[in-house]
């Protein structure tokens, strides 16, 4: 039965192990250093922090991770990002599940120019597009001139350094990222099925939450991980369009690291925010798997 | 329950179509029946089919259900339900579910759903399956659930849209038994669609031949295919040989032929008195026509000439007879006997006889 050579199952084994040790190498060792500086201790100095292993005996602690329970601002920090990036992930999910949608439904010569119409932002840099946003909420911004003019406000509307623009710039940096998932699995539903939906008794609305929104369920779930994970660390839009008092934990990981050069409370940051994340995915995955079976 | 399903003048345009989908078709449907409608792809069976359940609008035309206009009918509303050609059958619903849908959706209570879902699948002999998703099923099983799925609502109308096209060729024909014994016991009018001749022929009370937007004949199904009314249907039912006659004298009930490609005098059995050489084309099936070694005295149309092919299939044997004009005529021989290794060699003299009433006269 083995009709393999020794060579064949070398190559194979290699085809396997080559990714495996590409995230080995340059995903997991990196997390496991982050690890060990988050236990040890600052110092003034090249690393700044105290070395592991000092005098034949291992230096670790967890007072940084403490440290991080002592202060209120750093739970703040991460509350604000999960509610900001919930938010702004169900603001991406209302929007983009439309968009998706009349794509799918679109005549198909246009099809491939509105897909091309959303991924366009992503030829320009992400910060100049932030930034942007910028010079249209200001006081004396796009927006509000455009207003003042037309004679709709006479004050100019607090539209930036608030909620609101945090909210505005993380659903219009995420967007595409959920529109392309939901796209593809909406495209991939069979036509019929709405046809036998109507021919069974449901009105177009009916069907939409009976046949299509179910199957699209996979799309919605992978869109909102999609954005809903980079949003979590998210520095340059709270820190841009938020203001002082919209402060996520993405923003705190910066500060520390590169304005108060506290390299191992920074990493207990990184860490405390990837135990946070990881923990309920491992669940959400568990409970996508065991219903669509 | 069963209903009479009429349509009148029906037609059909697509835009940017050249041709017209459906052509002005009008026919009635008598509640209870088996009705066909077989055609080749692109004859508009199936427009005619979506025009029905409500997912096209006809241009013009009307369509009745128990006299009720189903112009202004959206599908949702129609006392009608449809088993698909792709099944499509809900993919994240348990079989249960999937039958269940049309009672939920119509709100009935909740133990008549329960009643009526699990008798159904009892019909359709799955009552052992609720609990499976789509995508844990065989073909044949996909498709009982989807006639479940249909026929549990007790539409007025059922259409099913090529019913066992996606099955394997065994179960095709033991699906055709049962399907007919269903319509029996359910009494809901069944209108199928579908290009396979056979399946018309052995399911439905009546079939309609459709070509080109158009019904070409309309009947029983021994009627359509002994006596098709034009060329098209004869050669779409079957496979049929015809030759170029003219008529040479008439006796009564008989008509004396003269064909240049038979090389022999014909005769066959045909009411009308036509006048001397009015052209006519004879037609006449494969299986119809005796074959033999020996010349038969008793063949009134009686034919030579050799074999050109022969294709052995079990029960029986399909023979090409290349004639002195070059006409070929098939022959379909029935293997009665065991005798292994007796088969016809290819130019071999054969001799080629058939009845008067064997044949029919096409309208040319």
């Not at chain 2, 088996?34 to 409500?54: D, H, I, N, Q």
Request: aromatic share 10%; with cysteine.
């Amino acid at each position: 039965m083995n009709t393999l050579t020794r060579g064949d199952r070398w190559r194979r084994r290699a085809v396997i192990w080559l990714p495996y040790g590409w995230l080995l190498l340059f995903f997991l060792v990196p997390c496991l250093i982050v690890l060990k500086i988050s236990l040890a201790d600052q110092a003034m100095g090249i690393p700044p922090y105290t070395p592991l292993i000092a005098d034949g005996q291992i230096q670790a602690s967890i007072a940084n991770y403490q440290f991080l329970t002592s202060d209120s601002l750093y739970f703040f920090a991460y509350g604000n990002a999960l509610l900001f990036s919930a938010g702004a992930t169900l603001g991406c999910l209302l929007i983009g599940y439309p968009l998706a949608y009349g794509i799918v439904r679109a005549p198909l010569a246009w099809r491939n120019a509105l897909l091309l119409l959303v991924i366009l932002p992503f030829w320009s840099s992400f910060l100049i597009r932030v930034y942007a946003w910028v010079g249209l909420l200001k006081g004396n911004g796009l927006v509000n001139n455009f207003l003042i003019n037309i004679g709709l406000i006479h004050e100019p509307l607090a539209l930036i350094n608030n909620a609101f623009a945090v909210y505005v710039g993380l659903i219009y940096s995420y967007l595409p990222y959920m529109v392309l998932p939901l796209y593809a699995t909406l495209e991939k539903l069979d036509p019929a099925l709405l046809e036998a939906a109507s021919d069974l008794g449901c009105r177009p609305a009916q069907a939409f939450w009976r046949v299509t929104f179910p199957l699209s369920w996979p799309g919605v779930v992978a869109g909102s991980l999609l954005v809903f994970i980079p949003m979590c660390g998210e520095f340059i839009i709270p820190d841009l369009l938020g203001g002082p008092d919209n402060l996520m934990i993405g923003k705190v990981l910066w500060d520390e690291f590169f304005n108060n050069r506290d390299w191992p409370v920074a990493s207990a940051v990184a860490v405390v925010m990837l135990v946070l994340l990881v923990v309920p995915m491992g669940f959400l995955r568990r409970f996508l798997t065991s219903d669509r079976a | 329950m069963a209903a009479t399903i009429a349509l009148e003048g029906v037609v059909k345009r697509y835009p940017g179509a050249v041709t017209t989908a459906v052509d002005g078709i009008s026919l009635d449907i008598a509640a209870g029946e088996f009705f066909a409608l077989l055609g080749p792809s692109g004859c508009g069976k199936t427009t005619l089919l979506r025009m029905l359940a409500g997912f096209e609008r006809p241009d013009q035309g009307r369509i009745r259900i128990d006299g009720q206009d189903m112009q202004d009918v959206p599908p949702y509303a129609r006392p009608v339900n449809m088993m698909f050609q792709s099944y499509a059958l809900f993919p994240h619903m348990t079989v249960f579910d999937n039958v269940a849908f049309g009672l939920r959706q119509a709100k009935r209570p909740n133990d008549e759903i329960a009643a009526r879902t699990t008798a159904m699948l009892d019909l359709v002999k799955l009552g052992a399956l609720g609990k499976r998703k789509p995508g844990q099923l065989s073909g044949g099983e996909k498709q009982r659930v989807a006639l479940a799925r249909a026929l549990v609502n007790e539409p007025k109308l059922l259409l099913l849209d090529e019913p066992l096209t996606a099955l394997d060729r065994k179960l095709r024909e033991e699906t055709r038994f049962e399907l007919v014994r269903i319509q029996q016991r359910v009494g809901i009018t069944f209108l199928m669609v579908t290009h396979d001749q056979e399946e018309a022929m052995s399911m439905a009370t009546r079939i309609a031949v459709m070509d080109k937007g158009r019904i070409s004949q309309l009947g029983a199904p021994d009627e359509v295919y002994e006596r098709p009314a034009n060329r098209f249907v004869a050669g779409f039912l079957g496979s049929i040989n015809l030759f170029e006659a003219q008529v040479r004298a008439t006796a009564p009930g008989v008509l004396m032929l003269e064909s240049a490609e038979a090389n022999a005098p014909l005769s066959v059995a045909d009411p009308r008195d036509l006048a001397m050489g009015t052209p006519i084309t004879l037609a006449i099936r494969p299986e119809k026509i005796a074959l033999g070694t020996q010349r038969d005295p008793q063949w009134v149309n009686a034919l030579t000439g050799i074999v050109h092919g022969v294709a052995y299939r079990g029960e029986a044997s399909d023979v090409e007879v290349a004639l002195a004009s070059g006409k070929i005529v098939r022959v379909t021989a029935a293997n009665r006997d065991r005798r292994v290794g007796n088969a016809l060699t290819v130019g071999q003299k054969v001799f080629l006889g058939w009845p008067r009433e064997a044949a029919t006269v096409l309208a040319s």
